[in-house]
T-cell receptor, first 112, second 114 residues
Framework: DAGITQSPRYKITETGRQVTLMCHQT?????MFWYRQDLGHGLRLIYY???????DKGEVPDGYVVSRSKTENFPLTLESATRSQTSVYFC???????????FGNGTRLTVT | AQSVTQPDIHITVSEGASLELRCNYS??????LFWYVQSPGQGLQLLLK??????LVQGIKGFEAEFKRSQSSFNLRKPSVHWSDAAEYFC????????????FGTGTRLTIIP
């Protein structure tokens, strides 16, 4: 099915562990984004990518790593998870700026 | 600094009543403007967008929004809300030129009462 898929939908991990959230899109969109959503903060941009092998920091990049070796995939890694990274994470893709952003259904991450 | 403001954190309206959600932006030039809706446990769905031209834009689910350059606003409206409109609404902007970062407001939670 065409679209943008995030996995897993739910994840519980312990403080200090490494965890990777996956994002896959089938449109061959150039741009991909990772946002986190927290109560009172709306959606905050973590990292984004304009194309394969091109990534850039967003508003809240500390503690996160991204890679984009293929256009369709944009994994987000928490190198050493902290409780403050408990959040809902959304991946999105974008063909061009005068078109809407397409969102995945999110990953709810709990760090204990 | 570029910013998007949604001044109302939570709004409650009666079913059948009219609705207006506010969005103000601060950018050097008119950006592209979007409204998204998020139902509980779901991702974000595009309601409508403004790029240029007619300042009153129509979206899905009976929503519309009006761009007012003089007020740097892009308020979302609906003449008569339905219980299914209860959700969180986000205004978002991206500059037409320069960096490609889409910036979201903090959202407005809409509650519908019978």
């Amino acid at each position: 099915d065409a679209g943008i898929t995030q996995s897993p939908r739910y994840k519980i991990t312990e403080t200090g562990r490494q965890v990777t959230l996956m994002c896959h899109q089938t449109w061959s969109h150039s741009y991909m984004f990772w946002y986190r959503q927290d109560l009172g903060h709306g959606l905050r941009l973590i990292y984004y990518s304009a194309a394969a092998d091109i990534t850039d920091k967003g508003e809240v990049p500390d503690g996160y790593v991204v890679s984009r070796s293929k256009t369709e995939n944009f994994p987000l890694t928490l190198e050493s998870a902290t409780r403050s990274q408990t959040s809902v994470y959304f991946c999105a893709s974008w063909g061009q700026r005068n078109s809407p952003l397409h969102f995945g259904n999110g990953t709810r991450l709990t760090v204990t | 600094a570029q910013s998007v403001t949604q001044p109302d954190i939570h709004i409650t309206v009666s079913e059948g009543a009219s609705l207006e959600l506010r969005c103000n932006y601060s950018y050097g030039a008119t950006p592209y403007l979007f409204w998204y809706v998020q139902s509980p446990g779901q991702g974000l769905q595009l309601l409508l967008k403004y790029f240029s031209g007619d300042t009153l834009v129509q979206g899905i689910k009976g929503f519309e929004a009006e761009f007012k350059r003089s007020q740097s606003s892009f308020n979302l409206r609906k003449p008569s809300v339905h219980w299914s409109d209860a959700a969180e609404y986000f205004c978002a902007v991206v500059p037409k030129f320069g960096n490609e970062k889409l910036t979201f407001g903090t959202g407005t939670r809409l509650t519908i009462i019978p």
